[in-house]
């Protein structure tokens, strides 16, 4: 196969670092937001993966993706090496001229912390399974993959790790392609068996239903229990790479890929139209080079099959030219890819730098990942029925048993709307400690053009009086007949009070507001906001984690609000929001309100240290937290 054909003529989208004005504008396109979390066994390389992401931001140097491990920001998650705590960042994406925003949510792949990765999914509507190309399906991939359904949230998938198929286990294109196709089939064995396990149940739940109600049933009857399974459409439940609901990829080298950028590529070299590429570039296919036609039966036929041909053999022909030091065939390879190499990166020793500077240009991994999120994971407004029920019930209640009103708020949840009108409800799955010396109204912030221009005024005033000071002494002490030279001191040689303002002190100055102590912390909220508007300074009733409608809501008045005085009633409380925030991985951005759809920090809450329930408020006057 010939380097020609991978000359990549499509233009890539453009991902800047975006500022908080437009990050607050995205906030309001409730559509084009996308809420995800990455879910994988650990040391399967989703922190890595997150690096990736945040890099296309201009957040972090390429560069260091994989080794500054951002989002790790705990002290103890860098000495280990693993995540510990869930933590979100928000992302800016471009695509088709059109404008996202990503709230990616890391979250921990080691068992000990599966409470976290419980924390996450429930704030997002679709996640990344990431699966390493080596050790496959594990066992925290099966608990997320299960996580992910029970919360009824969409996954995509990422092999990672392809890399170490070539240069760890030496395989061939060949049987790299055979051990893809085997950890597809298992991750979709699993999907299997979470529906037919649903399918199953419901179906039981029916015939138990039918008993109980039938009066003429008699005797043992026998039920088919498969019945229902041929008559359910499943297909959309499973990963396919022709699905475009898949990605390999390898995060450390900065690459990653779905088939359909191959069938953009490929079609305008062999004239095949790109649906077709699409549907045949993974599965039981070859190339007829002669007839230029693709014809079904690889296996049979003893011929490679279409995506060793056109995919993997490159991308073995590029590391091998890499780690062999094989300057004629790179400056080949990089010439046909049309692609721009440092001096840097040609003459460094380490072939792993130049392998990260060729394949991030042709196969940027942000790119891949960020467009199958765009495209196949849904945004808020996508919420389905089931998943609303689950949040509004707690325990082993179901959402038939909950009293009307608070039923009624189901239709808040699915529109999803910022509207004045729409009811506020944000759901809050954790609460999470943050040195109180980071919090944005604790920062230095910097100082404006006039009050360095009263500061420098003054520190001169000061330094004129001092000095017509010491003249004055000089003189006394003249007249007295005393020498005090040494005793003067020299201009320029003022304390450090008389000093002009280094550009420190000019552009700098503690924030106004509250004054913490120096080991003091300060509790956030990690929540989501389902429906309304949230204001700071607003009014909002907080509803814990064992509130029951059923039994409070008879105690409160009718249209009654947070700011009216009311009853006290069992695991219900009020607050007043103080102040919201940008999640932004290490650091918050004070956020004014927050519309429905996004993800945020909040920091009124710190008087309850437990899981919260979001829901009832009995009409749409009163609002809940």
């Known amino acids: 196969m010939k380097w020609g054909f991978f000359f990549i003529t499509a233009h890539h989208s453009a991902m800047v670092l975006s500022s908080l004005d437009k990050t607050i504008g995205l906030q309001k396109k409730t559509a084009c937001i996308r809420n995800i979390c990455i879910l994988a066994h650990v040391d399967h390389g989703k922190t890595t993966l997150a690096d990736c992401l945040i890099s296309s931001n201009g957040i972090i140097s ?9 989002l790790d920001s705990r002290e103890d998650e860098q000495i280990r090496g693993i995540t510990m705590k869930s933590s979100a960042i928000s992302l800016f994406f471009s695509k088709d001229d059109q404008e996202y925003l990503i709230n990616l949510i890391d979250s921990p792949g080691h068992v000990d912390f599966s409470s976290e990765v419980s924390t996450a999914v429930r704030l997002c509507d679709g996640c990344i399974i990431v699966v390493d190309a080596v050790e496959g399906v594990c066992s925290q991939t099966h608990a997320v993959l299960r996580q992910a359904w029970l919360e009824n949230i969409r996954p995509v998938l990422v092999i990672n790790k392809i890399d170490r198929l070539i240069l760890e286990l030496k395989l061939t294109p060949q049987e790299a392609y055979s051990h893809l196709k085997n950890i597809l089939e298992q991750v979709n064995a699993i999907t299997a068996t979470l529906f037919t396990s649903k399918v199953l149940e419901e179906r039981a739940e029916k015939e138990m239903e039918t008993r109980l109600t039938s009066s003429s049933a008699h005797g043992d009857q026998v039920y088919d229990w498969s019945a229902g399974l041929e008559f359910t ?172 009103e608070t039923q009624d708020l189901k239709d808040a949840f699915m529109k999803c709307s910022s509207e004045e009108t729409a009811p506020v409800i944000v759901f809050v799955s954790k609460m999470f400690a943050v040195d ?65 303002p280094t550009n420190q002190m000019e552009t700098m100055t503690p924030a106004t507001g509250k004054v913490e102590s120096e080991n003091k912390e300060a509790f956030v909220a990690f929540a989501r906001v389902f429906s309304g508007v949230l204001k700071r300074g607003e009014k909002l009733f907080v509803l814990g984690p064992k509130y029951d409608p059923a039994e409070s809501l008879h105690r409160l008045p009718p249209a009654c609000s947070a700011a009216d005085d009311l009853p006290s009633v069992p695991h219900l409380t009020r607050c007043t929001l103080e102040d919201l925030y940008l999640l932004m991985g290490r650091g918050l951005e004070e956020l004014q309100e927050v519309p429905s759809g996004n993800v945020l920090g909040e920091s009124a809450l710190i008087f309850f240290f437990q899981s919260f329930r979001a829901i009832v408020c009995k009409t749409y006057k009163q609002k809940a937290v």
């Not at 994971?377 to 029920?389: F, K, N, Q």
């Not at 100082?447 to 000095?467: D, G, T, Y």
């Open 233 to 404: 459409d499943d297909s959309h439940l499973y990963f396919s790479p022709d699905q475009g609901n898949v990605i390999f990829a390898s995060a450390i080298d900065g690459w990653g890929f779905g088939i359909e950028h191959f069938a953009k590529l490929y079609s305008q070299k062999i004239g095949i139209k790109p649906s077709v590429l699409l549907k045949t570039l993974w599965g039981d296919y070859y190339l007829n080079t002669k007839t230029k036609k693709i014809v079904k039966g690889d296996q049979s036929k003893g011929k490679k099959p279409l995506f060793v041909q056109l995919v993997l053999d490159n991308i073995w022909s590029l590391y091998e030219a890499v780690t062999k030091r094989d300057k004629e065939k790179i400056d080949k390879i990089v010439s046909s890819l049309g692609l721009k190499i440092g001096a840097r990166e040609s003459r460094h020793t380490d072939p792993k730098v130049q392998l990260n500077a060729i394949c991030s240009q042709w196969l940027p991994i942000s790119e891949a990942v960020l467009s199958m999120v765009c495209n196949k994971l849904p945004s808020p407004l996508d919420i389905t029925a089931e998943r609303v029920e689950k949040l509004m019930c707690v325990g082993a209640k179901t959402f038939d048993s909950l009293p009307q």
């Open 436 to 500: 109180a010396k980071t919090l944005p109204q604790n920062k230095p912030r910097p100082l404006s053009q006039e009050e360095i221009a009263q500061r420098r005024e003054s520190v001169r005033r000061r330094h004129a009086e001092k000095l017509a000071a010491s003249q004055g002494q000089e003189s006394e002490h003249q007249g007295a007949g005393e020498n005090s030279t040494d005793q003067i001191p020299k201009t320029g040689e003022n304390s450090g009070d008389d000093q002009p």
């Open 62 to 70: 390429s560069r260091l993706a994989g080794k500054l491990r951002y």
